[in-house]
Structures are given as structure tokens and as C-alpha cells.
């Protein structure tokens, strides 16, 4: 049951009891999941987070969706009696939340607090449950609903088809060389449909697999394997995994290694990486009392494609309330970084409305959780797909990449297919 709450400070809020208890280790847990709707997931390298059922949420919308969504929380959690004998990131009192790309996108955001939430870290195993008034416990030994596998995918063009999709990209680079922007992301969509009914635990069983470092995550109808880390906020530590530049894996383990030299040393990918982290550090910069931003980027090695990726850590400083932003605060400050909007920030938003033509929904906007005191996780929701809610055979990918002056429409298109393919290959019968 959900119970009706507000997103402003100030209105009342359920009272939630919140009890987090260890355990001994639960095995896969994503095998625990009883059903496929109402759940979420947060899994990297087998440890993270599997709930489900519903104890409270808010859906939000506008340019403060997540900052609604924030005040909210706090106020959930002030209400809320909360026993941890755990008391690591992710015991305690958490909700899981989603939120559009763009201000005006009618899929708003939303962050949800599950019933029942079983998590690992380190070695350390815990089950949460989360009570509304009157609302008799969960066990985590109820029934389970069998899974199902997709069968006979057929895919489908979304907003525009390859050759319209190339044409977009091609009128992007001429606005930026007729200095509009320096960079804009473009984005396309497709339907994938399914003979039988998609179950999000097959598809994050599958994310989880076959892509042990992204965080496998299921978030209100949104699933995906994304590799970006918007920001990590543990305590006075803040962190971020900024990816930008890309190049496909071709399988063969040589050419690749030569493929990631050629990719660390590419003027226009490099250029591309260095607008997304300066974006990046600008808008932390007013939160943090001391950054560490490396000035030459990595490569991350996915099984699907390559990127030039930066880790940037700060230590946050008080705000001048005395208080230190949450995790979804921060996510909300940092967002739209230049590697899913573009540069600059505001010009690049409006030209990625305009020239892509299509309502990106969640794609691309924060994915993550939060937690009774703050801290949390907020990766981009990048590799994804949403599933539709009016039709359980259907589900929208989305795949993206960042357009500046010396970029090609038809190898754009490429690295778009190589981005689909983590949900492709999920989807496969
Ligand atoms: C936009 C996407 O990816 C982003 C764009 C990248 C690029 O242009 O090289 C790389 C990683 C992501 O920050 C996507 O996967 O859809």
C-alpha cells in the first residue's frame, strides 16, 4: 500500500517503523526478489541492495523534483523510529528514487521506501523492514512469483529512425560550429517487444552477469547497467565517476588495447571528457572544502565499449544553515552534467529539446538511493530501459552520446548500438 505524501515541507508524513537487523549471508540477492513489480535493485560485484513493497512515496515534478523529494525524507525520517544494530550505508531507513532528465518532462521523479530490503556489504549481510502504522510486518520467506524469461524480441524505431537520427546529429554539429554550444548530447530511443511478459529480475539477473562493474539497478519501472557514479556521498567523503569519450570493444583483446591508447590520446574525445569534468567540478565546487580532480583521465573497460573516465573525490563542508547537503541534493546540483546534457549547461538542454524531439523520461536524469542520514548513491541512468507501465511486453531503451564539432553522424550511430547492447543482450530469448 502506498501512503499518500507530500512534497512539501511542512505536511504530515507517515511514521514509519524501521527495524535493521543482521543476517547470515542470503546467497544472490537478487534470488530473493518475490516478484517483478514494486521492486528495486542496487547491485555491483554480487553486494548492494534488493527491496520491495511500498511503505511510503513521493512522486514530484519541475525543475525541484529532487529537491521536493529531499525535503520530503527528511521529514520521513524525523518521523520515522528507526533501530540499526547494522549502522553501514544502506542499513536504516532508505528509499530508492528516479528522476527525468529534463525540467519539464512529465515523468517528474519519484523516490519510493520499500517494505522489505535485504543488503551486503563487505561481508556484512542485513534485512530491513519498514512498517507503516497498523501495517502488518513482512517476511522474507513469502511466496515467490516464478520468473520468466523474454522471448521473441522484436525491436521498433522510437522518435526518429537511424538516417533521421544521423541527420540530427549532423544539424548538432553544424550549430556547434556555428558556436551554439561546444558539445551536445543526442540521444535516441527504441521500443523492444517482447512475446511474454518482461520481468525486471530476469533483466537485472542478466545486467548484474554480464556487467559485474556497473550497478545493476531496478528503480520504479526504470532497469539498466550503468557505469557513471553522478555522486557517492558517505559521510564528509563525496565522490564521482565522470565517463565521456567512447570507443566500441571489438572482442579481440589486442586491437582493443590499441583501441584505448588511440582513445586516450583523441583530441575530440578528450575534449569532450574535459568539458564533462569541468561541468562537473564547477558545480561541486560550492559544496566541498578540497577536490581531487586528476588531470589525465583513465580508461574504464566494459564489456561493450570503452570510456575515458575520471574519479573525482571532494570533502564536504557545511552549508551555511550548518547542515551538509544530502546525497539527493547534491545530485540535484550536479545535474545535468555535460556528459548527458552538454556545454554549456543551459544552451545545450535547450538544443538537445529542440534537435532530438523527444521527452527522454528518466534516461539519463539521477538514479539511486538515499539513506536515514544523508548519505546515498546517485549514478546517471545510463545502459537503461523503461519499462512500460500500460503494457508489461514493452520496454524504451535509450542510448546516447556526446556531438562536438569533429564528430561523424554515422560512427555516432555506432557507438549509440554499442551503448544498446547491454539491454539487447538482457532482452535476448
Ligand atoms: C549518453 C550516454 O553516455 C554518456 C556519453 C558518453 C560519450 O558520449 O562518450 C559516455 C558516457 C556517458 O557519459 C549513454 O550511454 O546513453
Not at 540521444?187 to 545493476?216: E, G, H, M, Q
Not at 557517492?232 to 565521456?244: D, I, K, M, T, Y
Not at 556545454?343 to 535547450?350: G, H, K, M, Q, Y
Not at 532530438?356 to 542520514?373: F, H, K, L, Q
Request: aromatic share 6%.
Amino acid at each position: 500500500m502506498s501512503a499518500p505524501a507530500p512534497a512539501v515541507t511542512g505536511l504530515p508524513v507517515p511514521a514509519l517503523t524501521v527495524r535493521t537487523t543482521a543476517i547470515s549471508d542470503p546467497g544472490d540477492l537478487l534470488d530473493l526478489l518475490p516478484t517483478s513489480d514494486g521492486v528495486a535493485t542496487w547491485v555491483r560485484r554480487g553486494d548492494g541492495m534488493v527491496a520491495w513493497g511500498e511503505a511510503a512515496r513521493t512522486d514530484t515534478a519541475g525543475s525541484a523534483r529532487m529537491v521536493d523529494a529531499d525535503a520530503w525524507f527528511t521529514q520521513l525520517r524525523r518521523a520515522a523510529d528507526v533501530r540499526d544494530d547494522v549502522a553501514v550505508p544502506g542499513s536504516g531507513l532508505v528509499a530508492f528514487g528516479a528522476f527525468a532528465f529534463d525540467d519539464g518532462d512529465p515523468a517528474g521523479g519519484s523516490l519510493v521506501v520499500p517494505r522489505i530490503l535485504v543488503g551486503r556489504r563487505a561481508g556484512v549481510s542485513w534485512v530491513t523492514t519498514i512498517d507503516p502504522e497498523g501495517a502488518a510486518p513482512l517476511t522474507l520467506d513469502g511466496p515467490r512469483d516464478a520468473l520468466t524469461f523474454p522471448t521473441d524480441v522484436t525491436y521498433a524505431a522510437g522518435a526518429a529512425t537511424p538516417a533521421e537520427w544521423k541527420a540530427k546529429v549532423a544539424d548538432a554539429v553544424a550549430r556547434i560550429r556555428a558556436g551554439e554550444a561546444a558539445k551536445i548530447v543526442l540521444a535516441r530511443d527504441v521500443w523492444a517487444t517482447s512475446a511474454t511478459p518482461l520481468d525486471t529480475r530476469a533483466l537485472v539477473t542478466r545486467f548484474a552477469d554480464a556487467y559485474p562493474t556497473t550497478w545493476a539497478f531496478a528503480v520504479d519501472g526504470l532497469v539498466g547497467a550503468t557505469p557513471e557514479m553522478l555522486v557517492r556521498r558517505e559521510r564528509r567523503l563525496v565522490a564521482s565517476r565522470v565517463l565521456a569519450g567512447t570507443i566500441r570493444r571489438t572482442g579481440d583483446d589486442e586491437r582493443d588495447l590499441a583501441h584505448a591508447a588511440a582513445l586516450a590520446r583523441s583530441s575530440k574525445d578528450l575534449e569532450e571528457h574535459e568539458f564533462a569534468v569541468e561541468s562537473l567540478a564547477r558545480a561541486l565546487a560550492p559544496f566541498v572544502e578540497s577536490a581531487n580532480v586528476p588531470e589525465v583521465p583513465s580508461v574504464l573497460h566494459l564489456p561493450n565499449v570503452m570510456h575515458l573516465a575520471t574519479d573525482v573525490t571532494a570533502v564536504l563542508q557545511r552549508g551555511p544553515d550548518g547542515d551538509r547537503p544530502s546525497s539527493l541534493r547534491l545530485a540535484a546540483s550536479l545535474h545535468p552534467t555535460a556528459a548527458v546534457g552538454g556545454t554549456p549547461t543551459l544552451d545545450a538542454v535547450r538544443l538537445v529539446r529542440e534537435i532530438e524531439g523527444m521527452d527522454r523520461g528518466r534516461y539519463a536524469g539521477p538514479v539511486g538511493w538515499i539513506g536515514s542520514d544523508g548519505d546515498g548513491e546517485w549514478c546517471i541512468a545510463l545502459r537503461c530501459g523503461a519499462l512500460d507501465p500500460d503494457d508489461p511486453h514493452r520496454i524504451r531503451l535509450f542510448a546516447g552520446c556526446g556531438i562536438v564539432a569533429a564528430s561523424d553522424p554515422g560512427a555516432e550511430l555506432d557507438e549509440t548500438e554499442a551503448k544498446l547492447e547491454p539491454v539487447r543482450q538482457a532482452l535476448l530469448g
